[in-house]
């Protein structure tokens, strides 16, 4: 969903595990499977799709958070200006 807030099990995209990141869009998943692909944003700006697969593998997934559940995509270049504007950028 929207605004799931997520966490790297492991060291990707320039973070260490641990890192917190967001849902920021949900597509059909490229092998089928009846859960979305997810394109998550990372504290570092950094951001990438996850398929059913991947998010097993590398994500350990959390609750929604209401400040960016809203989010509406339209396109990557939005979600990388909105990170520069300081909208990602949540307190832990």
């Known amino acids: 969903m929207i605004g799931m807030r997520v966490k790297l099990k492991t060291h990707m995209l320039g973070n ?3 890192t ?3 849902v920021f869009n949900e597509y059909p998943d490229f092998d089928g499977s ?3 692909g997810k394109q998550i ?3 570092n700006g950094q951001y990438d799709g996850f398929s059913a697969l991947e998010q097993d593998l590398f994500l350990e997934m959390g609750e929604i958070d209401p400040r960016c559940s809203m989010f509406i995509f339209k396109n990557v270049m939005q979600v990388s200006q909105e990170y520069h504007d300081g909208f990602w950028n949540f307190e832990e």
């Open 16 to 18: 260490p595990c641990g």
């Open 20 to 22: 917190i990141g967001y």
């Open 34 to 36: 009846e859960i979305t």
């Open 41 to 43: 944003i990372f504290a």
